[in-house]
Structure formats: structure tokens, C-alpha cells
């Protein structure tokens, strides 16, 4: 009955999107990839990027474990292969994090979170991620939506010369019984049409061993021993279809993704309880559709359509603590119309128009079945002088809810700017400076989600949305030191630092409902202020023609306080202190070694001392930790013989094989992420990939 739907669904939203069109770009689709030093069109406040081969060598099974090399973001991650990898972006909350994988953004009207475990990095070309939004105007009104952003942009076919089908698989297995194939096929249909199918499946017994200890208040030790961790299965299968064309001043893509997994849910070591019995089901579809068009010689048009249909069933069988059974089944229809004018070659203005429409069924008792009818309208404008860019926006949010039973929630309705510039100073002749300022202002807001609003005893339909209010200032420095007799070994550098403010205001928290500390409410009383710096920096070394170094350096300081009002004794020891899980001081680095057919990266990830909860008491201290990471791989050189194509030229061998062997924690380090969820020790990863 779901596949069904879906599927139905899916057919009709392609029928729909392919009688559009978008941007032909034949001059970009004969080229080899190459990586683009020069500036990107407007980008006023850029990017932190992943992509290609520096994305593949990182030590990272899914997007979340990627995403850690960032600076400024904060995973939450509860263990082993299929354990809940959540995102936070400079301490303002999970829920105010937008994903967007090709365009569009991935929605939870539910809970406001999004599980970045379950994408894979086998068919995802390039991972970046944007504080405050993304530098650019021609866009949907839900890319303006968010405090950040995480675009993640699957592979498009490309073909090399003479070529009409590619083919990629991979075959990983290691440590907690891992078996991870996975296949990504790409065809050209015509010049102007192909499609890529990727498909993958997952299982681990999520098994390793771990050691725990616990320390009492006055030092001693309460514990200390050796486990093994129980109930982190996971089989999950994952397919993706697309369909990519070009048309004269255009471009369209059809995407269908469908993912289906069963997983134990290992729980939190409390109360010497080693092992629990909780199983998580997880049934998530969607297909989406994208058409790009110049329509006149200064006018544009783009527009998306969605249809997800989520479904989750959580059981705990486990009676001594509450016997659960319960299904959610969330879906979502999205369409937006994007429209860019320009002015003057320098001044660009938008205006986009979203629709959004979300609904939750579940088997909850005295469930309301909530439905929720969203508009966005996003007016945008770009201004660019020689050495000024500016862009500026406003967001209108027009939110209209029904529930089937009981007070009808009171309509929303919001208006939040930004303001965006980017300057660079010391203009040289027809030069500029390699140095770039930068500063954004942004107030933005997140809907309380359904679950805040609805759950049963314990959502407040009278929240208020949960304001946040952001500050930066920073700088950019790029400069290349190649030159045409290539005596300089450091061929680029690059460095970044911004320090930035940012406040929370009505944040929806838990509080004990009544006289009694067992039953929940939640309220609009957090207020968060956080203060902090990010700072990066890459080097690109050249020693010589086939070997090349790459390294990378992230830091992050962070103070985030919460000055939440407090009401009894436990609270005002909260006030003012460092809010739960975010370290003062993280990091990463990253070195790269190429040398002919061999690559070796070794990765670093440092976070420091924290709290476990806002009272910053010894007994919620968390000890720093990090982790050392080794992959080496080396692609077997093509054999004797290259076939050639009808013009005599040597073409792509059929088939090249690449071995990579992946060693992380090195030093086994024994940590938490979240308190009473231990991370895995030394473990070990075999990967083969297949390039056809």
C-alpha cells in the first residue's frame, strides 16, 4: 500500500517536471572535473567544502562522519554504525540546521531532526556547509529558511569521450561484522539526457567491545570494566534514481530515493543495564523535481516539486520500563517558484514563492492528527561593485495549522531579514587583494515541531517559535604560488577566521509539569547566548609531478551560556554556565599524500572538556577526547595494451580497481559523544572499489 502511493506518486511528479526545461552548459559537460580557484559568482560569505577525491579519502562511512572535519558543527552521535548521527551548527540546536540534498530540503515535521547516518557517501559529490544561508539569491524561499545549511549534491553523470556508460561499485567489509556492497550505474540516453541508479545494503551486528568505568563524586572508583556493546544491528538497503537533462538555456533533474532499514537501538548504560531490547524501523521515500530556465535574456526561473513519505516504528518490549509500540507515518508535498531579474550587470534581484504541506499520523492514544500549511516569500536583491558584494533578503513565514480533535493551534505568521557583505580591500592594477572581509547579520526562526506541539501529555500547543539571532565578522586569504617554472613547492594556501555572536531567544525546553518531577511539558523559557571563533586553513603543497600534499586545520572556541530565568535551586546553579555537550575548545586536520598510484590520509579529531548538562558541576564533567585515523589506498595501474577508439586515440581502460585499507582510532581511545553511549575502539574497514 506505501510503495504504491510512493511510487505513484513519484511517476506523476516526473511526468509533471519533465515538460520543463533548463541551462544547455555543453562547454562545462565535455570537460574533465577540474577544481575552480577563482571566485564563485556572488558568493558573498563562502563555503566549507568536500568534494571529490579529498571527500573519498576521509575515514567517513556516511555524510555525519564527513560533516565532523567542519568547523563550527557539533555531531551527536550515539554509537556504532546505525546509531542516530544528528548535526548542530555553533550551538543554536539541531532543529535549526537545514539539509538540502540536491536543491531541496529534507524535512521532519515531526521532530525537527534529520539522521545524517542514513546517507551514504558513495553517490554524494560535494558537501558544503553555509552559516547563516547560502550566498546566493536565485533560489527557493526555504533556502533562506534556516540559521545554516547543509547542501549535500549527489553525482551527476559525466562521460568521457566516446563513453555512454559508467559503472562504480564498491565492496566494503571490517570490524561489527560489516558487509556493505554498493553499485552506482550512469547512461547516456541521448547528448542531452542521462541517468545514474544507485543501490546499497548495509549490515552490522554493531558488536565491539568497549571499556567503561565510573568514577564517584570523591574520586573513587565505582567500576571499571570491559563489555561488549549489544543490540547495534543494523540491515539497511538504500536506492536512488535520476534522471538529468539539458535543454537550451536550461536544465532538469528527476530524483527518486527510497531507503529501508531494521535496527536495534543499544540504548544508554545506566544502572549496570549492559543490554537493551528497544528495534527502530525506518521506511523513508521521496522523489523530487528540479527545472532551471532562462526565459528572457535577463529573466530566470526556477522551480522544485517534492512528495516523502516517512514512515518509523519504535518498539520497546522491555515491560520492567514501559512497553511501547508505536508508528509514525509523517508525509510532505513541496513546490516553490523562484523567479531572478537582472537589473544591471552587476544588480540581481529575486523573488521565490514555497508551498509547503506536512501531515502525522501515529497510534498514539489521544493522538490529533495534526496538519500543517506552510508559505514562504523570499524578496532578495545582489549587488556586486569591483571590490563590494551585497546581498540582503527578507523571508515572510505564513503557517496555518488543524487538528482533528481538540484546540485549534493559532496560526503563525513571521518576517526575518538578513544582510550579507563582502568586501576586498588594497585593490594592485587590475588585481585585487587576495584578502576578502566579510560580516552577515541574520534573525531567523524555527517552527516548534510537531511532537513540541502535539505528543501526548506533554506538547504545548501555545508555543512560540524559537528566535535566533546571528552576528559575523570575519576574513578570507587566498593566494596561489604556482608559477610557470614551478620552483615553488607551496602551490596555495588559504585562511579563514570569523568570530561571531549568537542569541537564542524563546527556546522550547522540557519542564516538570505540576508538583510532580515524571511528567513533562514543554515551554518556551531557554535563552541561549553564544559566543566563539572559527578559524581554517589549507595548504596545498607540489613537491613535484606526481607526489602532492594536501593539509588541512580547523579550530573552534565556543562560550555558550545559558541564562535560562531560573525557578528553583538546581536551575540557578545552571544559570550562566556552558550548555550541555558543547566543548570549549574542537578541532580537526587533515594530511593528504599523493604519490603516483598511492594516497595515505591520516585525519585528527580533537573536542575538548565539556558538561553533560548546564550545571557546570564536577559531576557532569565530560573528559576531553579524539581519535586518529589512517587510510592508505592505491589504484592499480590499467594493463598493457589501452584499446583504442575509431580516431586511433586511446581511450579510459575498461576497468580500474582501487584497494583502500582504513584504520581508525588508531591509539583506541575509549569515549563517549553522549553520556553512556561508548564509541568504538580500534577498528578496521577493507574497501574495493570498481570503476567501469
Known amino acids: 500500500m506505501f510503495l504504491g502511493r ?136 526555504k533556502d533562506f529558511g534556516s540559521a545554516g545549511t547543509i547542501y549535500l549534491r549527489t553525482r551527476r553523470p559525466k562521460f ?75 540491515h539497511s538497503v538504500r536506492l536512488e534514481g535520476g534522471l538529468h537533462g539539458f535543454i537550451e538555456q536550461g536544465k532538469w533533474n528527476i530524483k527518486a530515493y527510497f531507503y529501508d532499514s531494521e535496527k536495534g537501538i543499544p540504548g544508554a548504560i545506566v544502572n549496570n543495564v549492559w543490554k537493551r531490547s528497544q528495534r527502530q524501523w525506518d521506511r523513508n521515500f521521496f522523489t523530487q523535481g528540479s527545472f532551471q530556465k532562462q526565459l528572457f535574456a535577463n529573466y530566470d526561473i526556477l522551480v522544485n516539486l517534492k512528495y516523502a513519505n516517512d514512515w518509523m516504528r519504535y518498539l520497546n518490549p522491555d515491560t520492567t520500563l514501559m512497553y511501547l509500540d508505536n508508528a509514525f507515518l509523517q508525509q510532505e508535498i513541496y513546490a516553490s517558484f523562484a523567479n531572478k531579474y ?12 514555497d508551498y509547503q504541506w506536512n501531515t502525522l499520523n501515529s497510534n498514539l492514544k489521544d493522538f490529533v492528527y495534526p496538519t500543517r500549511n506552510t508559505v514562504l516569500a523570499a524578496l532578495a536583491t545582489a549587488f556586486e561593485w569591483p571590490r563590494l558584494k551585497v546581498q540582503a533578503s527578507l523571508l515572510g513565514t505564513f503557517i496555518f495549522e488543524n487538528v482533528k480533535h481538540g484546540n485549534r493551534p493559532v496560526d503563525k505568521q513571521e518576517y526575518t531579514p538578513a544582510v ?55 576574513f578570507q586569504y587566498d593566494k596561489s604560488l604556482e608559477n610557470d617554472k614551478g620552483i615553488n613547492p607551496l602551490a596555495t594556501i588559504t585562511f ?127 573528559q576531553p577526547w579524539y581519535t586518529h585515523d589512517l587510510t592508505l589506498s592505491f589504484v592499480i595501474p590499467a594493463k598493457a595494451g589501452i584499446p583504442r577508439n575509431n580516431r586511433g586515440l586511446r581511450v579510459k581502460p575498461a576497468m580500474t580497481t582501487k584497494i583502500s585499507i582504513e584504520v581508525n582510532n588508531i591509539l583506541n581511545q575509549q569515549y563517549d559523544v553522549v553520556l553512556n553511549y561508548p564509541m568504538p575502539g580500534r577498528n578496521y574497514k577493507l574497501i574495493l572499489k570498481l570503476d567501469i
Request: aromatic fraction near 14%; glycine fraction near 8%; hydrophobic fraction near 35%.
Open 420 to 474: 550579507f557583505l563582502s568586501y576586498k580591500p588594497f585593490a594592485r592594477a587590475k588585481n585585487l587583494s587576495p584578502l576578502r572581509l566579510r560580516a552577515f547579520y541574520k534573525r531567523i526562526f524555527r517552527m516548534p515541531t510537531f511532537n513540541d506541539l502535539y505528543y501526548t501529555d506533554i506538547g504545548n500547543i501555545k508555543l512560540r517559535p524559537e528566535y535566533t539571532t546571528q552576528y559575523n565578522l570575519g
Open 342 to 353: 537582472t537589473i544591471l550587470p552587476n544588480w540581481d534581484v529575486s523573488l521565490s514563492a
Open 160 to 234: 568521457e569521450n566516446g563513453k555512454n556508460t559508467n559503472i562504480k561499485s564498491f565492496f566494503r567489509t571490517g570490524s561489527f561484522d560489516l558487509v556493505n556492497p554498493s553499485v552506482l550505474w550512469e547512461q547516456k540516453l541521448t547528448e542531452d539526457i542521462a541517468f545514474n541508479v544507485n543501490a546499497e545494503y548495509i549490515y552490522s551486528s554493531g558488536k565491539y567491545k568497549f571499556r567503561y568505568h565510573k568514577r564517584l563524586p570523591e574520586g573513587t572508583i565505582a567500576w571499571d570494566t570491559t563489555a561488549v556493546r549489544q543490540n547495534g544491528d543494523i
Open 6 to 141: 510512493a511510487f505513484g506518486a513519484g511517476i506523476l511528479l516526473a511526468y509533471g517536471t519533465i515538460t520543463f526545461a533548463q541551462n544547455k552548459l555543453d562547454s562545462i559537460r565535455m570537460l574533465d572535473e577540474v577544481t575552480v580557484v577563482a571566485d564563485r559568482y556572488r558568493e558573498v560569505i563562502p563555503s566549507q567544502r568536500l568534494s571529490g577525491e579529498k571527500l573519498e579519502s576521509l575515514n567517513s562511512f556516511s555524510v555525519a562522519d564527513a560533516i565532523r572535519y567542519f568547523s563550527g558543527v557539533q555531531i551527536k552521535d550515539y554509537g556504532g554504525i546505525g546509531g542516530l548521527k544528528t548535526v548542530d551548527i555553533r550551538s543554536m540546536g539541531t532543529n535549526h540546521m537545514g539539509v538540502f540534498y540536491d536543491g531541496i530540503q529534507l524535512g521532519n515535521a515531526q521532530n525537527g531532526q534529520i539522521d545524517l547516518g542514513k546517507f551514504s557517501l558513495d553517490n554524494i559529490e560535494e558537501i558544503s556547509l553555509y552559516n547563516g544561508q547560502k550566498s546566493e539569491i536565485f533560489q527557493s524561499a
Open 496 to 622: 579563514r577566521a570569523d568570530a561571531y555572536y549568537n542569541e537564542v531567544t524563546d527556546k522550547i525546553i522540557a519542564v516538570p509539569k505540576g508538583n510532580g518531577q515524571y511528567r513533562w511539558m514543554m515551554m518556551n523559557l531557554g535563552n541561549v547566548e553564544i559566543r566563539g571563533v572559527d578559524i581554517s586553513g589549507q595548504i596545498a603543497w607540489k613537491l613535484s609531478a606526481s607526489v602532492q600534499i594536501n593539509t588541512s586545520l580547523n579550530y573552534t572556541f565556543q562560550k555558550a551560556q545559558d541564562f535560562t530565568k531560573p525557578k528553583t535551586e538546581t536551575e540557578k546553579i545552571a544559570y550562566g554556565g556552558q550548555i550541555a555537550y558543547i566543548p570549549w575548545h574542537s578541532g580537526s586536520a587533515i594530511v593528504n599524500t599523493v604519490w603516483r598510484s598511492w594516497n595515505l590520509n591520516y585525519s585528527f579529531i580533537y573536542v575538548g572538556e565539556r558538561y553533560h548538562n548546564s550545571s557546570n558541576i564536577r559531576e557532569n564533567y565530560e
